[in-house]
């Protein structure tokens, strides 16, 4: 592909409205052959809803896109992909029963009319993956793939479409390190080649070291556009934001106390049957946070869930702040001083039909403070929670707004209001800031601290409340992003394969270093 | 016992279970082809009743067995347009609206029925065909190769079903949409389409069920079916959505039929208890069911109606 001072694509004033929500704001926005372009912003700033207009997704309700100087209309993925624009769907867009040369193949035109022609795709692939190093077998059975190859099939049907311009929507989200260096590698063939990228992530390192040039969206408009030699992650997070950001929190030198959370030789079978959590040791100490670092599905939500009480484990035993708690009821373990953060916050930590003061109430609803011989207090309960809105910042239009109108990082505040008003001795928190934005987030990481400290003064009131309540928690963190974790952890340990590859001190540790434990690589000094 | 199970008998028991599975088998594989692209259609029963109505006027007037069957054949194809406009483009609550089509296909049938014909006049049934050379194997001619015409494409529809839904894109379209429909609406393919081919398809083989019931039969009456479609819904799970699953679901269920009925007729099961017999076979069916269903993973967006960018 030849000329590169033209650009592939333009997308000039594009404007598209929801109910209620202007999601693109009069929109500019263009990619050249070899570049990559970033598309950055918070949830809800617009990215996707902009890919999804160029992918034929969602019309545009004002403004033109042209493709190689014309203008084209888009008003299906097919016209998207006619017109040479591919997209790497955040959400894999594969179908899992289906083989990869299957997959290849929807909505192809067969060689063979009306029968498939999988051996001609199975050949073309093995061509494809071969020039763009993206190993795979064409007949495997897609959900039997990980996660790195799924997105690599993801890739290969993009080429076989023979994409110019392709969209990569939050591509690194699901990759350990290692894998990730690995798509870049790729994606930097792709553009060697002349083809365009569309980079969606908010993952700042990441865009800083792929990107040509960046685009910040904020409320469905642009808020600048930069190349990327210059800019910095804190001035990238405050155009994202619109003000000043303060990306690694402050915190303390942990002073830890007795151990709170002891889980001893613990194995937990899977939804598959297959061993989830295989012989895992872990303790934590009061006034610590222990970050499990690892990709998802190496058993963290099994060892989250048994912890929890939710699953139950084949051997091995749990105790909460001294007391077994191994194969007791949530309740019981609640009881004994364990709060909850479930990795899915709509499926398991909310109930989005429910107002938000009943979603702050599903703990203690039959505490005596809240019920009357069967009734609720609801003098009591609306004070109690309208304390929680304030004190957790949680933006609703009021109390018995349905929590799941909320955004993600509200509905993640409601939950966590709830799970430390109780004053925990332990908190496990699984993917606490997963989607939520990076205002949310920052919110989010120094409540975690000052709980661990214990000195803030809305929880300071609070455990003046629950006088009985001790107050220094022990919190174990699970989290797939390693900023996360590194910003938190007073310990990182890395699981892999349901077992503890490693702990490390995230002062001292790299990423590297954890990236290659979170794939099973042991280094010899760690 | 002994001697009840003699060879005649279980030649007749054997022949007897194989057709009685036609219906079956036919009504359920055209639901596997509704099934596998996401659409559930519990309006089987209501298609497969009109569908035998229709076989049997069309009998009863012409006095032609293949005109029945392509009577039956259009009154399904109507009525599974009508389910694909009523599941897919209104994308209406699958497990309601089916019902309503089964009502409608019960009361229709029988007003028809009342109106059109009043007594029950018998009809021609399909003419017995003999394979050459096969019928002629001692027991095994008998059972398997004395059949009509309809048993035989019945059974070659198996492999046929199985081809198009492995090897054809059609197919291949039928499964990515059942399994994960905004994954194969952005590659272009239809979802609501492929769903519409797929449900179409499955009202016009219940439909042409129907008609092979009525007229192998050789008459009509109010509720013909006695539940059989819902009996194909629930094959098309026993047979964990392949073809060949479910025709071996239809002939369990066509041999426990068979066998009640060679019992019966033997005077094996006392005539007060024929009632209670006449149960047997949906109670093998939902037990055999309950066993079979805990394995089985239907497709994932069965039931769930697309619309694209949500």
Same mark, same amino acid.
């Given at each position: 592909?030849?000329?590169?001072?033209?650009?592939?694509?333009?997308?000039?004033?594009?404007?598209?409205?929801?109910?209620?929500?202007?999601?693109?704001?009069?929109?500019?926005?263009?990619?050249?052959?070899?570049?990559?372009?970033?598309?950055?912003?918070?949830?809800?700033?617009?990215?996707?809803?902009?890919?999804?207009?160029?992918?034929?997704?969602?019309?545009?309700?004002?403004?033109?896109?042209? #493709?190689?100087?014309?203008?084209?209309? @888009?008003?299906?993925?097919?016209?998207?992909?006619?017109?040479?624009?591919?997209?790497?769907?955040?959400?894999?867009?594969?179908?899992?029963?289906?083989?990869?040369?299957?997959?290849?193949?929807?909505?192809?035109?067969?060689?063979?009319?009306?029968?498939?022609?999988?051996?001609?795709?199975?050949?073309? /692939?093995?061509?494809?993956?071969?020039? $763009?190093?993206?190993?795979?077998?064409?007949?495997?059975?897609?959900?039997? @793939?990980?996660?790195?190859?799924?997105?690599?099939?993801?890739?290969?049907?993009?080429?076989?479409?023979?994409?110019?311009?392709?969209?990569?929507?939050?591509?690194?989200?699901?990759?350990?390190?290692?894998?990730?260096?690995?798509?870049?590698?790729?994606?930097?063939?792709?553009?060697?080649?002349?083809?365009?990228?569309?980079?969606?992530?908010?993952?700042?390192?990441?865009?800083?070291?792929?990107?040509?040039?960046?685009?910040?969206?904020?409320?469905?408009?642009?808020?600048?556009?930069?190349?990327?030699?210059?800019?910095?992650?804190?001035?990238?997070?405050?155009?994202?934001?619109?003000?000043?950001?303060?990306?690694?929190?402050?915190?303390?030198?942990?002073?830890?106390?007795?151990?709170?959370?002891?889980?001893?030789?613990? #194995?937990?079978?899977?939804?598959?049957?297959?061993?989830?959590?295989?012989?895992?040791?872990?303790?934590?100490?009061?006034?610590?946070?222990?970050?499990?670092?690892?990709?998802?599905?190496?058993?963290?939500?099994?060892?989250?869930?048994?912890?929890?009480?939710?699953?139950?484990?084949?051997?091995?035993? /749990?105790?909460?702040?001294?007391?077994?708690?191994?194969?007791?009821?949530?309740?019981?373990?609640?009881?004994?001083?364990?709060? $909850?953060?479930?990795?899915?916050?709509?499926?398991?930590?909310?109930?989005?039909?429910?107002?938000?003061?009943?979603?702050?109430?599903?703990?203690? $609803?039959?505490?005596?403070? $809240?019920?009357?011989?069967?009734?609720?207090?609801?003098?009591?309960?609306?004070?109690?929670?309208?304390?929680?809105?304030?004190?957790?910042?949680?933006?609703?239009?009021?109390?018995?707004?349905?929590?799941?109108?909320?955004?993600?990082?509200?509905?993640?505040?409601?939950?966590?209001?709830?799970?430390?008003?109780?004053?925990?001795?332990?908190?496990?928190?699984?993917?606490?800031?997963?989607?939520?934005?990076?205002?949310?987030?920052?919110?989010?990481?120094?409540?975690?601290?000052?709980?661990?400290?214990?000195?803030?003064?809305?929880?300071?009131?609070?455990?003046?409340?629950?006088?009985?309540?001790?107050?220094?928690?022990?919190?174990?963190?699970?989290?797939?992003?390693?900023?996360?974790?590194?910003? @938190?952890?007073?310990?990182?340990?890395?699981?892999?394969?349901?077992?503890?590859?490693?702990?490390?001190?995230?002062?001292?540790?790299?990423?590297?270093?954890?990236?290659?434990?979170?794939?099973?690589?042991?280094?010899?000094?760690? | 016992?002994?001697?009840?199970? &003699?060879?005649?008998?279980?030649?007749?028991?054997?022949?007897?279970?194989?057709?009685?599975?036609?219906?079956?088998?036919?009504?359920?594989?055209?639901?596997?082809?509704?099934?596998?692209?996401?659409?559930?259609?519990?309006?089987?029963?209501?298609?497969?009743?009109?569908?035998?109505?229709?076989?049997?006027?069309?009998?009863?007037?012409?006095?032609? +067995?293949?005109?029945?069957?392509?009577?039956?054949?259009?009154?399904?194809?109507?009525?599974?347009?009508?389910?694909?406009?009523?599941? +897919?483009?209104?994308?209406?609550?699958?497990?309601?609206?089916?019902?309503?089509?089964?009502?409608?296909?019960?009361?229709?049938?029988?007003?028809?029925?009342?109106?059109?014909?009043? &007594?029950?006049?018998?009809?021609?049934?399909?003419?017995?065909?003999?394979?050459?050379?096969?019928?002629?194997?001692?027991?095994?001619?008998?059972?398997?190769?004395?059949?009509?015409?309809?048993?035989?494409?019945?059974?070659?529809?198996?492999?046929?079903?199985?081809?198009?839904?492995?090897?054809? &894109?059609?197919?291949?379209?039928?499964?990515?949409?059942?399994?994960?429909?905004?994954?194969?609406?952005?590659?272009?393919?239809?979802?609501?389409?492929?769903?519409?081919?797929?449900?179409?398809?499955?009202?016009?083989?219940?439909?042409?069920?129907?008609?092979?019931?009525?007229?192998?039969?050789?008459?009509?009456?109010?509720?013909?079916?006695?539940?059989?479609?819902?009996?194909?819904?629930?094959?098309?799970?026993?047979?964990?959505?392949?073809?060949?699953?479910?025709?071996?679901?239809?002939?369990?269920?066509?041999?426990?039929?068979?066998?009640?009925?060679?019992?019966?007729?033997?005077?094996?099961?006392?005539?007060?208890?024929?009632?209670?017999?006449?149960?047997?076979?949906?109670?093998?069916?939902?037990?055999?069911?309950?066993?079979?269903?805990?394995?089985?993973?239907?497709?994932?967006?069965?039931?769930?109606?697309?619309?694209?960018?949500?």
């Amino acid at each position: 592909m030849t000329d590169r001072s033209s650009p592939i694509l333009e997308m000039k004033g594009i404007t598209k409205r929801f109910p209620g929500v202007l999601a693109n704001d009069n929109v500019d926005f263009d990619v050249y052959p070899g570049e990559v372009h970033t598309l950055l912003g918070e949830n809800g700033a617009g990215k996707s809803t902009l890919v999804k207009i160029l992918y034929g997704l969602y019309p545009a309700d004002e403004g033109e896109v042209l #493709i190689d100087g014309e203008v084209v209309s @888009l008003d299906s993925p097919t016209d998207a992909i006619e017109h040479g624009v591919g997209m790497i769907h955040q959400h894999f867009m594969l179908v899992p029963t289906l083989t990869v040369a299957e997959n290849v193949s929807l909505g192809l035109k067969s060689s063979r009319g009306a029968l498939t022609d999988l051996k001609a795709v199975s050949e073309r /692939i093995l061509e494809l993956s071969n020039e $763009y190093g993206l190993d795979l077998d064409p007949s495997a059975v897609v959900w039997q @793939l990980s996660v790195g190859e799924r997105q690599r099939v993801e890739i290969i049907k993009a080429l076989y479409r023979d994409a110019r311009l392709l969209i990569l929507d939050e591509p690194t989200a699901v990759l350990t390190p290692q894998e990730v260096d690995q798509l870049f590698v790729t994606l930097r063939k792709l553009t060697d080649d002349g083809r365009g990228l569309i980079f969606i992530s908010h993952k700042l390192h990441e865009v800083l070291a792929l990107s040509t040039r960046i685009t910040v969206l904020r409320r469905g408009a642009v808020t600048g556009q930069i190349p990327v030699e210059g800019a910095t992650r804190e001035s990238l997070a405050n155009m994202m934001v619109g003000r000043a950001v303060k990306l690694t929190p402050d915190k303390l030198p942990a002073e830890p106390g007795e151990i709170a959370l002891k889980v001893q030789d613990l #194995i937990v079978m899977g939804d598959r049957g297959v061993i989830a959590v295989d012989g895992l040791n872990l303790s934590v100490r009061r006034g610590e946070i222990l970050g499990i670092a690892g990709v998802s599905g190496n058993g963290q939500r099994e060892l989250a869930e048994t912890i929890a009480g939710l699953r139950q484990s084949e051997s091995g035993t /749990i105790e909460v702040a001294g007391i077994d708690v191994t194969g007791a009821r949530p309740r019981k373990i609640r009881d004994a001083g364990l709060a $909850y953060v479930p990795e899915e916050r709509m499926r398991e930590g909310a109930i989005g039909d429910f107002t938000v003061w009943e979603n702050l109430l599903l703990i203690d $609803y039959s505490s005596p403070e $809240y019920l009357r011989s069967g009734f609720f207090k609801f003098g009591a309960i609306k004070e109690h929670s309208q304390d929680l809105v304030d004190t957790f910042d949680i933006r609703t239009p009021s109390l018995e707004t349905s929590c799941g109108s909320l955004s993600g990082g509200n509905i993640q505040k409601v939950i966590m209001a709830r799970e430390l008003s109780s004053s925990p001795t332990v908190l496990v928190a699984s993917q606490p800031t997963r989607g939520v934005d990076i205002g949310a987030a920052e919110y989010i990481h120094r409540r975690l601290i000052d709980t661990r400290n214990e000195l803030t003064d809305a929880e300071f009131i609070h455990a003046k409340l629950i006088e009985h309540r001790n107050a220094c928690t022990a919190i174990l963190m699970i989290s797939e992003d390693l900023d996360e974790i590194f910003g @938190l952890s007073d310990r990182v340990a890395v699981i892999y394969e349901g077992k503890i590859m490693g702990i490390v001190d995230p002062e001292t540790a790299t990423r590297e270093e954890v990236g290659l434990m979170m794939a099973g690589i042991t280094t010899t000094n760690a | 016992m002994g001697e009840v199970f &003699t060879a005649a008998v279980l030649v007749a028991v054997v022949a007897s279970a194989i057709r009685l599975a036609v219906p079956l088998l036919l009504a359920s594989l055209g639901e596997t082809f509704g099934q596998r692209s996401g659409v559930l259609n519990l309006g089987v029963d209501g298609i497969m009743l009109l569908g035998a109505f229709a076989g049997y006027y069309a009998v009863l007037k012409t006095g032609n +067995v293949w005109l029945g069957l392509l009577a039956g054949a259009i009154v399904g194809l109507f009525l599974g347009l009508a389910s694909s406009f009523i599941a +897919v483009t209104l994308k209406a609550e699958q497990g309601i609206s089916g019902i309503g089509v089964y009502l409608f296909g019960l009361g229709m049938s029988d007003l028809l029925f009342q109106k059109l014909v009043g &007594t029950p006049i018998p009809i021609n049934t399909f003419p017995k065909v003999d394979i050459p050379i096969l019928s002629d194997i001692p027991y095994l001619g008998p059972m398997f190769f004395q059949h009509s015409t309809v048993v035989y494409l019945a059974f070659a529809a198996i492999p046929v079903s199985t081809f198009i839904i492995n090897r054809t &894109t059609f197919g291949m379209n039928i499964r990515a949409v059942g399994e994960y429909p905004e994954a194969a609406d952005t590659l272009g393919v239809s979802v609501a389409g492929t769903r519409w081919a797929a449900e179409t398809i499955g009202g016009t083989l219940a439909g042409i069920a129907g008609g092979v019931l009525a007229i192998s039969l050789g008459i009509f009456q109010q509720n013909l079916t006695n539940g059989a479609g819902f009996i194909a819904i629930a094959l098309v799970y026993f047979g964990a959505f392949t073809p060949l699953g479910i025709m071996w679901g239809a002939l369990l269920f066509g041999a426990i039929n068979a066998l009640v009925l060679e019992l019966k007729t033997l005077e094996i099961i006392p005539r007060d208890l024929s009632n209670l017999a006449a149960m047997a076979p949906a109670i093998i069916t939902i037990l055999a069911l309950a066993v079979v269903a805990r394995r089985i993973r239907a497709p994932a967006a069965l039931t769930k109606p697309f619309t694209r960018g949500h």
